[in-house]
Protein backbone atom coordinates (compact mmCIF):
# COMPACT_ATOMS: atom_id res chain seq x y z
CA UNK A 1 0.00 0.00 0.00
CA UNK A 2 1.27 3.23 -0.77
CA UNK A 3 -0.06 6.42 0.31
CA UNK A 4 0.40 10.06 -1.47
CA UNK A 5 -0.19 12.70 0.83
CA UNK A 6 -0.72 16.13 -1.23
CA UNK A 7 -1.71 19.94 -0.46
CA UNK A 8 0.66 21.62 1.71
CA UNK A 9 1.86 25.11 1.24
CA UNK A 10 2.38 28.58 2.04
CA UNK A 11 -0.01 30.28 3.91
CA UNK A 12 -0.99 33.46 6.07
CA UNK A 13 -2.41 33.08 9.41
CA UNK A 14 -5.97 33.21 9.58
CA UNK A 15 -5.96 30.75 6.05
CA UNK A 16 -6.93 27.51 5.18
CA UNK A 17 -5.83 24.49 3.18
CA UNK A 18 -7.30 21.09 2.35
CA UNK A 19 -4.45 18.42 2.64
CA UNK A 20 -5.13 15.17 0.86
CA UNK A 21 -4.06 11.53 0.92
CA UNK A 22 -4.50 8.74 -1.85
CA UNK A 23 -4.15 5.23 -1.07
CA UNK A 24 -2.73 3.04 -3.51
CA UNK A 25 -5.88 0.60 -2.62
CA UNK A 26 -8.95 0.40 -1.14
CA UNK A 27 -8.90 2.26 2.34
CA UNK A 28 -12.01 0.66 3.80
CA UNK A 29 -9.41 -2.40 4.30
CA UNK A 30 -7.80 -0.43 6.91
CA UNK A 31 -8.98 0.51 10.84
CA UNK A 32 -8.26 3.60 10.47
CA UNK A 33 -6.96 6.33 8.75
CA UNK A 34 -5.25 9.93 10.07
CA UNK A 35 -3.03 12.70 9.86
CA UNK A 36 0.29 13.15 11.90
CA UNK A 37 2.31 16.19 12.26
CA UNK A 38 6.01 17.26 13.12
CA UNK A 39 7.78 20.67 14.36
CA UNK A 40 10.82 20.94 14.04
CA UNK A 41 12.80 19.58 16.81
CA UNK A 42 9.71 18.65 18.19
CA UNK A 43 8.02 14.88 18.36
CA UNK A 44 5.40 13.32 15.67
CA UNK A 45 1.89 13.81 17.06
CA UNK A 46 -1.31 12.59 16.32
CA UNK A 47 -3.82 15.73 14.47
CA UNK A 48 -6.80 13.10 13.90
CA UNK A 49 -7.65 10.39 12.91
CA UNK A 50 -10.72 8.70 11.26
CA UNK A 51 -12.06 5.07 11.51
CA UNK A 52 -13.56 2.23 9.39
CA UNK A 53 -16.58 2.95 10.99
CA UNK A 54 -16.75 6.28 11.09
CA UNK A 55 -15.37 7.62 14.57
CA UNK A 56 -13.04 10.91 14.66
CA UNK A 57 -10.73 12.10 17.25
CA UNK A 58 -9.01 15.29 16.94
CA UNK A 59 -5.72 16.79 19.17
CA UNK A 60 -7.07 19.82 21.58
CA UNK A 61 -5.41 22.51 20.11
CA UNK A 62 -7.29 21.34 16.20
CA UNK A 63 -10.61 21.12 17.33
CA UNK A 64 -12.93 23.71 15.48
CA UNK A 65 -10.66 24.36 13.51
CA UNK A 66 -9.68 21.03 11.52
CA UNK A 67 -11.92 18.66 10.06
CA UNK A 68 -11.05 14.62 8.87
CA UNK A 69 -12.92 13.39 6.06
CA UNK A 70 -13.02 10.00 3.89
CA UNK A 71 -13.95 9.43 0.40
CA UNK A 72 -14.05 5.35 0.34
CA UNK A 73 -15.06 5.83 -3.28
CA UNK A 74 -11.84 7.52 -4.30
CA UNK A 75 -9.79 5.72 -1.51
CA UNK A 76 -8.87 9.36 0.17
CA UNK A 77 -8.62 10.83 3.28
CA UNK A 78 -8.88 14.98 3.91
CA UNK A 79 -7.90 17.49 6.27
CA UNK A 80 -9.24 20.90 5.93
CA UNK A 81 -7.34 22.91 7.80
CA UNK A 82 -9.00 26.48 8.69
CA UNK A 83 -7.78 29.45 11.05
CA UNK A 84 -4.59 28.54 10.45
CA UNK A 85 -1.98 29.49 13.16
CA UNK A 86 2.01 29.43 12.97
CA UNK A 87 1.82 27.25 15.11
CA UNK A 88 0.48 24.32 12.91
CA UNK A 89 3.80 24.69 10.64
CA UNK A 90 4.72 21.11 10.12
CA UNK A 91 5.39 18.13 7.88
CA UNK A 92 2.29 16.79 7.78
CA UNK A 93 1.95 13.32 7.60
CA UNK A 94 -0.86 10.60 6.20
CA UNK A 95 -1.33 7.42 8.74
CA UNK A 96 -3.17 4.14 7.49
CA UNK A 97 -3.99 1.50 10.02
CA UNK A 98 -4.22 -1.95 9.92
CA UNK A 99 -1.82 -4.94 11.10
CA UNK A 100 0.99 -2.89 10.67
CA UNK A 101 1.18 0.86 10.14
CA UNK A 102 1.82 2.77 6.56
CA UNK A 103 2.94 6.11 6.06
CA UNK A 104 2.75 8.86 3.78
CA UNK A 105 5.79 11.01 2.50
CA UNK A 106 4.90 13.90 3.82
CA UNK A 107 3.66 17.31 3.12
CA UNK A 108 5.06 20.60 4.41
CA UNK A 109 2.71 23.39 5.36
CA UNK A 110 3.92 26.82 6.66
CA UNK A 111 1.74 29.21 8.45
CA UNK A 112 3.57 32.50 8.00
CA UNK A 113 2.75 36.17 7.12
Known amino acids: VQLQASGGGLVQPGGSLRLSCAAS????????MGWYRQAPGKQRELVAR???????IYEDSVKGRFTISRDNAKNTVYLQMNSLKPEDTAVYYC????????WGQGTLVTVSS
Open 25 to 32: GSIRSFLS
Open 95 to 102: NAAAVRAY
Open 50 to 56: ITTGGSI
